[in-house]
């Protein structure tokens, strides 16, 4: 059905991977007056996307660095930051439009999108807006779709969980920061202390030491055993270290002790997992290490974004996986993913909309580094993919009784 918009796409992807010299462009806000036609007794799609990015190493990229996604690598990929999280899935989004109008066809669903700019510090303002706009602006979407994600291998996929629960604490004295030269050795400084807690997280194996945690991890079932046969993936709960905030780490002979320090840690939790339980185990364990320092110093101990989770029976993963049939041929990993989307949860609970993931995005992107990338074939064929998505969910239209309540 969808032919002449796949056949536009691929005679004129030149356009949308093109290199430009500009390194900005003009966005005008509230000028004019543009009346767009709203489908009756159709389904309301709420797209969402971002466009921040996250801190990166500062040392030089291998790749030309680029103020936008669409610089075209000599491997066939489009480098820049946000490549793949989430300019690059942006822009894909905003080409499946363009693709409808430039070959006439009418978008078969009403569409919402909504773009910011704070998802990488926690999606504040927009958590907010939706607690304030439930019954007005968002009242009548029907169903979310998320293109944040990466596929676990070079085969299409769905996401329908994220496990992930990011935890920081910090370590820190009442008093300034001292120089080891007159201090060092007769206080009990805060990197020692921090040091000692971030080593009892976990052994040089990856294995989680801290007590309880894994007890009540769920074994796969069959169905989900036959998902994952084929699929890179580890189904077991883990622990990851990140960095360490606050001390003096520049190329430098200057020494400091720090008189506050703050490690950064996340677990990927798995099904049966209780989130707070979790949480209280962790908390437990840390203020449990912590009293056997002996230290005069203080610790503190916040949680990051909780799991989300999707029914993979709901329609609007019927429609998605059918999208990806249609465009590539293949049938949809469906699989969980170690990743955070605060703002998932929060649609899900507040607005009670079916919310999927769907990547166009690698594995191999790497996302939030210094040489983010996305692929040219997978922003192509993305675009194909989310503009059939558009039609596979309007097709759910016509099947009432898969979703009488929506209707």
């Not at 059905?1 to 030149?14: G, V």
């Not at 007590?211 to 883990?238: F, H, Q």
Request: glycine letters at 6%; hydrophobic letters at 35%.
């Amino acid at each position: 059905m969808l032919e002449p918009l796949y056949q536009y796409k691929d005679d004129h992807q030149n356009q949308f991977v093109q290199v430009r010299n500009e390194h900005y462009y003009d966005i005008l806000l509230g000028v004019g007056t543009h009346t767009y036609t709203l489908l009756l007794n159709c389904i309301m799609i709420q797209i969402y996307m971002f466009l921040c990015c996250s801190e990166v190493n500062r040392e030089k990229p291998k790749k030309p660095k680029m103020k936008v996604a669409h610089g075209f690598g000599s491997l066939g990929n489009l480098y820049g930051r946000g490549a793949t999280d989430n300019k690059g899935p942006v822009l894909a989004w905003l080409h499946a439009v363009e693709s409808y109008q430039a070959t006439e066809k009418e978008i078969p669903v009403n569409i919402k999108l909504i773009i910011e700019g704070l998802e990488e510090v926690g999606s504040y303002g927009l958590l907010e807006l939706t607690r304030k706009r439930n019954d007005s602006f968002f009242a009548d979407v029907d169903f979310i779709v998320i293109s944040d994600n990466v596929c676990a291998t070079r085969t299409p996929a769905l996401t329908y969980e994220t496990i992930y629960s990011c935890y920081l604490f910090q370590v820190d004295c009442p008093k300034l920061d001292f120089h080891p030269r007159v201090y060092g050795g007769s206080i009990q400084e805060p990197m020692s202390d921090l040091i000692a807690l971030l080593g009892s997280l976990l052994d040089h194996t990856g294995k989680i030491l801290v007590p309880g945690v894994t007890d009540d991890v769920a074994p796969l079932t069959e169905d989900e055993r036959k998902l994952y046969d084929n699929i890179m993936i580890n189904c077991n709960p883990s622990l990851s270290i990140h960095g360490i905030q606050g001390a003096f780490s520049e190329p430098s002979t200057k020494t400091v002790i720090p008189k506050q320090v703050t490690g950064k840690f996340s677990i990927r939790q798995v099904p049966n997992m209780d989130p707070p339980d979790v949480e209280r185990k962790v908390k437990e364990h840390l203020q449990q290490v912590f009293s056997t320092l002996k230290s005069p110093n203080r610790v503190t101990t916040t949680v990051g974004a909780k799991p989300w989770v999707a029914n993979l029976k709901d329609p609007l993963y019927v429609a998605g996986q059918r999208a990806v049939r249609e465009v590539f041929g293949v049938e949809p990993e469906l699989i969980r993913e170690g990743s955070t989307i605060p703002i998932a949860l929060n649609f899900q609970e507040e607005m009670e909309p079916d919310v999927m993931m769907l990547p166009i995005g690698g594995h191999d992107d790497g996302e939030h580094s210094q040489n983010e990338k996305i692929s040219r074939y997978n922003y192509i064929e993305g675009t194909k993919l989310l503009a059939d998505d558009f039609d596979e969910i309007s097709l759910l239209q016509k099947v009432q009784d898969i979703f009488p309540s929506k209707l």
